[in-house]
């Protein structure tokens, strides 16, 4: 029987002997919590006069506490899913999927779900055809995802069992992508128990928690789940010594009636309908919308400039509708061309609200990869926060990445201009899309300050403020992603090997231990340097997880 929240808050702790991240208090060595709160931040001569009164001291040796991260951008079953099915990451030929998926299907899984491949690292370069799977899966339904989820392989019993090939996005060979996509997608997640689901959504929060990560942000749509999967896990979270969720989801609407409708089925803590409500695709699988052709695509073909879901006066109505309701709108958008279109829907709804309404109900939008300097500006003019996912740029960036296959290296080396954005006065949040990157939050840190470019790359220390406090921030929380008195005691605790940065980067180098700096520690993130390990994580004084 799992322990309810309140049978899990810890009394009196005091923490000692290392150093606790706090801008109010920088030479900090020291913090004392009473339940959800932290009351005291202070050094560790003056630590003394709590430990006796204390139900627990926690000693640091020399360890680091800092506010727990905030993942801005996951699915949380969907984690679940790739976390206990067929792992794809390593996969390194179309063979080698194919045994994997024979494996599978001898264990009696139907369908057999994987996730994870990506193509351009085999020697064949190209996925596993439905014939190959049919084969391989003696008949069973199988559903395949590449990496960035944004399309997938199926097997013939699959796509005949969901009626596939009638779908927008279906190819013969068994790939599938936009409609076919979403329908394999959202048939294969609907047919999870309830229990399963849970199962599944309990197993990825655990592993949020193990990374520190304290808050998830859940993007929910109706074409990755059904609405009850978002309802439970709203439930398990609240119940259960779990990372807050804060639940999105990406329903279009039309009017404040048909927003009044969605909402009702929701949970009660909704925030907005936003997040995965897709205006384009992704760059690997050919579907975001671009305003010039793939590089690697015929220019000739129809989709040589990918696909954009909405339209102008869609995202407009939509956005309307969430202003005047009080909810956050916002949408998944990754290519230039998609961009333009839910810029234009963003400044008519600006027309009809007025520039100040929208900008207070701070709209957000996803990802934001390929933005000029431009848009930036309009970015900025709206108000809008760009929930953004530098491991992106660490796993597929630079000059001969993913990207500089996909759209040529000038076009590759634009995207995610995190710097831009931050010095535009745009709010950032960080996150990973998992399961399309992992929970690892100082792995956004080291990527954002280490981006192939260098003139797109944060300092570490708002690279790490964009991770814990920005996303408290784009979810409409002013309060969260702090330590000082008053406080919720959300925190994680590390050890770690060095908290000097030494690397020839003047943006780095605020980061001192010296106490006069005014600038608290952490971590050294560059290159090479190993990562903190997660001691433990608290919620509201609750732990969620223990190492």
Not at 188 to 215: F, V
Request: glycine share 10%; with cysteine.
């Amino acid at each position: 029987m799992q322990a309810g929240r309140d049978d899990v808050r810890s009394g009196t702790t005091l923490y000692r002997g290392g150093a606790v991240y706090s801008p109010a208090h920088p030479a900090a060595q020291a913090m004392l919590t009473v339940g959800a709160e932290v009351v005291w931040v202070g050094s560790d001569e003056a630590a003394g006069a709590y430990a006796d009164a204390a139900d627990e001291v926690v000693e640091l040796d020399g360890g680091l506490v800092t506010p727990a991260f905030v993942d801005a951008h996951a699915h949380v079953t969907e984690t679940g899913l790739a976390l206990t099915g067929v792992d794809l990451t390593q996969a390194r030929s179309v063979t080698d999927v194919l045994d994997r998926v024979a494996q599978a299907a001898q264990r009696a899984q139907d369908p057999v779900l994987g996730h994870g491949w990506d193509e351009r690292h085999w020697p064949e370069q190209r996925p596993p055809t439905r014939s190959e799977l049919d084969r391989a899966g003696s008949g069973v339904a199988v559903y395949l995802a590449r990496v960035d989820v944004h399309s997938a392989v199926v097997s013939t019993a699959l796509a005949e069992r969901f009626g596939l090939p009638d779908k927008a996005g279906w190819s013969v060979d068994g790939r599938v992508e936009r409609d076919a996509h979403h329908a394999a997608r959202r048939l294969t997640r609907e047919t999870l128990s309830a229990s399963r689901r849970q199962e599944l959504q309990r197993r990825a929060l655990h592993a949020a928690a193990a990374a520190g990560i304290g808050t998830v942000h859940e993007m929910s749509a109706p074409h990755i789940a059904p609405t009850d999967d978002l309802v439970g896990l709203a439930e398990l979270a609240a119940s259960d010594p779990l990372p807050t969720v804060v639940p999105y989801r990406g329903t279009l609407v039309t009017d404040a009636a048909e927003l009044e409708r969605v909402v009702a089925e929701l949970p009660r803590g909704l925030v907005g309908l936003a997040g995965d409500l897709c205006a384009d695709g992704s760059v690997g699988s050919h579907t975001c919308g671009l305003r010039s052709p793939y590089a690697d695509l015929d220019s000739a073909g129809p989709s040589a400039r990918g696909h954009v879901y909405l339209t102008a006066q869609q995202v407009g109505d939509h956005l309307v509708a969430c202003t005047r309701a009080g909810l956050q709108g916002g949408m998944h958008v990754i290519g230039d061309g998609a961009l333009d279109v839910v810029l234009a829907g963003l400044e008519s709804a600006a027309d009809v609200v007025g520039l100040s309404a929208l900008r207070r109900a701070r709209h957000r939008l996803e990802h934001v990869e390929l933005v000029d300097s431009e848009a930036v500006a309009r970015l900025a003019q709206l108000g809008l926060t760009a929930s953004v996912q530098p491991a992106f740029d660490a796993a597929w960036g630079g000059s001969d990445g993913m990207y500089a296959e996909r759209l040529g290296v000038e076009r590759a080396l634009a995207m995610n201009p995190l710097a831009s954005l931050a010095r535009a006065g745009v709010p950032l949040a960080l996150g990973s899309d998992s399961p399309v990157t992992p929970f690892d939050p100082w792995g956004w840190v080291r990527a954002a300050a280490f981006h192939h470019n260098p003139e797109h790359r944060l300092s570490a220390r708002a690279a790490f403020t964009s991770a814990t406090r920005g996303g408290h921030r784009a979810a409409g929380h002013d309060t969260g992603g702090v330590l000082a008195p008053g406080a919720p005691a959300t925190l994680a605790v590390w050890d770690v090997t060095e908290l000097v940065v030494q690397v020839p980067d003047d943006r780095l180098s605020a980061w001192s231990t010296d106490p006069r700096s005014g600038t608290p520690v952490l971590p050294d993130v560059s290159p090479g340097a190993p990562r903190p390990t997660c001691r433990r994580t608290l919620v509201d004084g609750i732990a969620v997880f223990q190492s």
